[in-house]
């Protein structure tokens, strides 16, 4: 089924979100260089200690939502909220990435009409780690999935 699969709870199953877009930002390198006094010198300290760093990814979801009673689609949005009110991180699974699985922080949660009777948009934007994890919990560089 398409769609997310968090705090076994799914997107489609659970909520009737179906899903329209999906966006995975792509990964920014922390900074970490320091340019000497009066030189033209610059010390890249990654290159120094041998370990990159990388800001969280951004991943975010657009679903179409159809009701056409107000206290079902009143009700439904406070279950999404509670859905995805959580503290720390917890797993993520996206229907994209079958055997994968990336650890997100508490998301941004936009709700907006769509412009026609009973249509909403629901928008999660979720913070998450850099990398996506296998389901034995082994941290994985997206670049080397699609190798």
Known sequence: MIGIFINDLHSWQDFHLGLLERSLSAL???????????SN???????????????????????DYLDSDLFRRQDTFAKISEWLTFSGQTKLYDSFFVDYYFMVREPKIQIEDAGYPNVFYVTLTFQADPQIYTRDGAPVWLSDIWK
């Open 41 to 63: 010198i610059v010390y890249d300290y990654d290159d120094i200690t041998g370990i990159k760093s990388y800001a969280p990814r951004t991943l975010t979801y657009k679903f």
């Open 28 to 38: 920014e390198k922390d900074d970490h260089t320091e340019r000497v006094p009066y």
